[in-house]
């Protein structure tokens, strides 16, 4: 459509390399893109708010920053984007891919790092590659935000328990400072995210023309 | 004369007394209820010696077993009773054997992913079912025109339309009772399982729209009737599922007001679920659907509201109710199959009949896994489809329709009826025998059965929230959309409905999980400690078997004395002071020696005796004391623990911390302390025993929570230093102060337990100077008397530290010998420093090795038994000593020793002189009275 003839056609070939998306979905994407954008070249933060379903997202912060979050960019330096164009949008869409059935062990690998990386950095708030303990709990406190009833000093105890839990599944030889990243994949060794970091709706088509 | 009046004289006025009746034989009036008893106890039984080998039914499932000594048992009565009793009646088997176990897989279905997989379920479900059906009847149909069926076999496309829909539907018992020992992932269980279950509805409404069409004959079908068998189809099946719920609201709501009758609770649950069934069967609804929602849908909140034993309640009954109706089933399959008189056996159906379920199963299957993975995230492989093919197992209901079939007006009835019993068998057997190896073969994902972790749970919930944002900003309604609005409508409304406003309040899945864990670590740790205990495992840094035991116990230690401020691992092993660690290894000789007395009151300390109540009570008061310390340990600054503890901490250990301080700013006469205690290793060796630990480890298991802890916490420090290799890390000053905080904490945990070995404990860090001698003799011989009870000498030794406490105050710099040499001399002197090369291993430590441990304890325990060890280690120390248990007991020969230098020692006399002499050859400056005056001993 109209929308379509705005990207332009060398953003789009672009897009399809890096983020495995079909030109349908980018179409798709980029439509509500410059929805949220109000017809901008760029998101701002501000642009997450008129979203009115996520209101009720208890981690709501976390995430919408998770999205100007340079890391997750792919981006070289860390620290916070101000703006994002639609090429970053997307990157940040491809995280939630879901896996392909020709995938061998290698990529799935790959595929669930990176994934795991996106919510790493989501908890790593102060981009020190380290989940530290103050760090956990803010995360805590969000994920329990929901429920009035339940008192931060349990959010706390509960980041304090799963902290310990951590330490102790990451091997007692070193003074635990906080979750590295290659902690966090110790972690999650055994339990499959499969289910549980995609959005079908990037998989309504098949991805026969990505690569 | 008049006969007596009386209840054993009349036995009634219809039955001309023939003479006072004293028994009289009842059978009749107890008939059936005492059948049932017994067939459920055969079966019960039968179980049993199943499971005696546990070869046999790691290859051979349940099901097979049951069926086969059904069929053998069929035979005896069919030989006894020269006909067939005890059939599986259909009737029995849709009011009484079905409903249990629908009940129990509705109930304890994982509900998440159920609802996750639900468009993959509901495919396989309806159309694997109709396709299934229609190919089978229609293919045997064609079988049958082609003449290769017996002429016999009288029936239209009608009947086998109507043979093909009992015949095709994957049945949940069979499934249930087989996939539950091959252990599939969860995804393809719950896909396989969730099948057999919601097929109920297409399998009842195929069943009753043919049963009618044959009833009608195919010459007055209309084509009205087509339409209305496709509308009873969603009559059926919606009505029964809203039935489900429906009944599920109810029951829910029910048991937010059960509150005052805790007891019934249960009830309520298998009430409810039961008229559930009924409801649905009387409007012949889909019955198995109507439960299993209900099930489902219920147990969030029925959970929430009804109390912890309810909870255990329901789960048990509920699984010992559905485990033996599966049983009984299975049984009585395999006893039906004998009735010869209902069969008709014809090869082709039967041959034709299995080829095409197992066929056009896997070609179904194939079909729409194509379909599914369309859509699916994780798209189902080929080894899932085989699996999922070859595990579409028929069973007892297809046996109980096929049964249900009217003779006169289904002809081929006994055809269909030998049929279907060999289907059933083969499905059971041949495929539920075969399924695990192919399941092996194929590498098929197993399920891996990790605890539940807090992280795991922490991060799930954060991905979903994370995917409902994506889908939110993406601006797709998808699934996850759906769910989470579905959450927020659950959290606003319905729970706040059907939940106790008690139970909706901490309503949290992330806070429920962390309790659980937090209770079962508090229980896992009182178990432990037990091994601590009793098992010499801890014991020797050699032990292979000490560094699992450690590597756990390092872990609760930490999650139990849990500081966040300070995560370093190795606190439990950095450098305390010396005081503590010397406090920890004398505990250990004072528990090791003090306890033992209370064992004589291990009746009544045995959780068997203590009454529920109180172990939940302290299961909750750990936890209580659990989360307050955690509090209190954010709170408190890093090097001052003992002043920031809580008001009511204060007021309930008020004394022991006044000690704790006393001893924190002791007197410097460490440097001139005679034992080097981090060498003091050995003495845990010594403190247990082999047959303490075969006749009592249980009980002391019971009976000590507390103590354990310090137990295994000293056992890490001495651990720590014995195997300085093991552990390379710097210690952080950190650490320490936790270490430290977490030995008090411990402690007072301890006195949750029992209030007695605390105090032991405490009284092992108290210094005893010359002037305090006669209290500890005193206190010593009203522990060796015997006559003393555990309570008596633990008021003993508080009264005792209370004197010293005072004492100590005025005693200032003055350097007192350790209590240790007073209340144990063998432990101090077996705790001398030992060689570091094995060849020099003192004698207790080689005799460890070899496996028997020697007993320190006895003096204080058994003076008549002496252990063998001991003796040996006087006869290699060449002592001429009288046997030491025939000797005066210890506080008399010090006396003694004091006043008579030459007077023959005794073993445990030779050893603090030992000790001090060695000791005083170290450090010259010693001027501790006690040493010296051991020394002139010698």
Known sequence: GRQWQELPP?????????????????????????????????????????????????????????????????????????????????????????????????????????????????????????????????????????????????????????????????????????????????MWQGIDIETKMHVRFLNMETIAHCY | ???????????????????????????????????????????????IVFHLSRKVTSIVPESCLLILLGLGLGGIVLAVAKKAKYQLEPNMFFLFLLPPIVLDSGYFMPSRLFFDNIGAILTYAVVGTLWNSFTTGTALWGLHQAGLMDPGVEAGLM???????????VDPVAVLAVFEEVHV??????????????????????????????????????????????????????????????????????????????????????????VAYLAAEMVSLSAILAVTFCGICCKKYVEANISQKSRTTVKYTMKTLASSSETIIFMFLGMSAVDTSKWAWDTALVLGTLLFILLFRAVGV?????????????????????????GGLRGAVAFALVILLDRDKVKAKDYFVATTIVVVFFTVIVQGLTIKPLVTWLKVKRSDHHKPTLNEELHEHAFDHILAAVEDIVGHHGYHYWRDKWEQFDKRYLSQLLMRKSAYRLRDEIWDVYYKLNIRDAISFVDQGGHVLSAAKLALPSMPSRTSMSESSVTNLLRESGSGACLDLQVIDTVRSRRDKEDAAMHHVLRGSLYKPRRRYKASYSRHFISPDKQERQDKEIFRQNMKRRLETFKSTKHNICSSKSKARMKEKGRKKKDISLTSDAPNGRTHRSVPWQEAAPVLVMVSSEEEESD?????????????????????????????????????????????????????KADLGCAKPVVCAKVSGVWLGELLFSVALEAQQ??????????????????????????????????????????????AWMSAPAPASSRHRPPWQRRSCRG???????????????????????????????????????????????????????????????????????????????????????
């Open chain 2, 782 to 827: 009203s522990l060796l008397g015997g006559s003393c009870t555990p309570g008596l000498a633990a008021k003993a030794l508080v009264w005792w530290q209370s004197l010293l406490a005072g004492l100590r105050e005025r005693a200032g710099a003055m350097q007192y010998p350790p209590l240790s040499f007073l209340l144990c001399p063998q432990a």
């Open chain 2, 159 to 169: 009947d086998f339309l109507l043979f093909g829909s009992l015949i095709s539907a």
């Open chain 1, 10 to 186: 060398g953003k789009r070939k672009k897009g399809e390399r890096g983020s495995g998306f079909t030109s349908e979905q980018i179409e798709h994407l980029h439509r509500r893109f410059r929805q949220l954008s109000r017809d901008q070249l760029t998101i701002r933060k501000e642009n997450f708010d008129s979203i009115p379903d996520l209101e009720f997202n208890p981690i709501r912060a976390k995430i919408v920053h998770a999205f100007f979050d340079k890391r997750n960019l792919r981006q070289e330096s860390s620290g916070l984007a101000d703006e994002i164009n639609f090429e970053d949008f997307l990157t940040i869409m491809s995280y939630f891919r879901p896996i392909e059935m020709n995938m061998d062990e290698e990529q799935l690998d790959r595929f669930r790092k990176e994934k795991l990386k996106f919510l790493f950095h989501m908890y790593d708030s102060d981009h020190d590659g380290k989940i530290t303990l103050q760090e956990y709990r803010n995360v805590v406190e969000e994920l329990l935000s929901g429920n009035p009833h339940l008192e931060k000093e349990s959010a706390r105890s509960i980041a304090d328990g799963a902290m310990m839990e951590a330490a102790s599944i990451c091997g007692p030889d070193q003074v635990y400072e906080g979750i590295t990243f290659e902690d966090f994949l110790k």
């Open chain 2, 1 to 47: 004369m008049h006969p007596p009046a009386g209840p054993a004289a009349s036995p009634g006025p219809a039955a001309p007394p023939a003479g006072a009746e004293l028994l009289r034989w009842q059978w009749q009036e107890v008939q059936v209820p005492c059948l049932v008893a017994a067939w459920i106890l055969v079966a019960s039984l039968a179980k």
């Open chain 2, 696 to 748: 009592s480890s249980e009980t002391e298991r019971e009976d000590d929570e507390g103590i354990v802890f310090i137990a295994r916490a000293t056992d890490e420090v001495l651990q720590g230093k014995a195997t300085p290799g093991r552990h390379r890390h710097s210690r952080t000053q950190q650490g320490s102060c936790l270490a430290s905080s977490s030995f008090l904490h411990l402690q007072s």
């Open chain 2, 366 to 390: 194939v079909l729409q896994t194509y379909v599914l993975n369309r859509f699916r995230l994780i798209p189902l492989d080929r080894i899932d489809q085989v699996v999922m093919s070859y």
């Open chain 2, 852 to 938: 028997k441990e020697t007993r320190l304890t006895w003096l204080f325990t058994s003076p008549r038994r002496p252990p063998k060890s001991c003796q040996w280690i006087c006869r290699k120390r060449g002592t001429k000593a009288s046997p030491p248990w025939r000797a005066s007991p210890p506080h008399r020969a010090s006396r003694r020793d004091r006043s008579t230098g030459d007077s023959p020692a005794p073993c445990w006399r030779s050893s603090p002189s030992r000790r001090a002499r060695r000791c005083r050859s170290r450090s010259p400056a010693s001027s501790s009275p006690a040493t010296s005056l051991r020394a002139a001993g010698r």
């Open chain 2, 185 to 274: 992932n969860e995804t393809l269980f719950i896909i396989v399982f969730g099948e057999s279950l919601l097929n109920d509805a297409v399998t009842v409404v195929l069943y009753k729209v043919f049963n009618s069409f044959v009833e009608l004959g195919p010459a007055h079908i209309h084509a009205t009737d087509y339409v209305k068998g496709v509308a009873s189809f969603f009559l059926v099946s919606l009505g029964g599922t809203a039935v489900g719920l429906l009944f599920a609201f109810l029951l829910a709501l029910i048991t937010r007001f059960t509150k005052r009758v805790r007891i019934i609770e249960p009830l309520f649950v298998f009430l409810l679920a039961y």
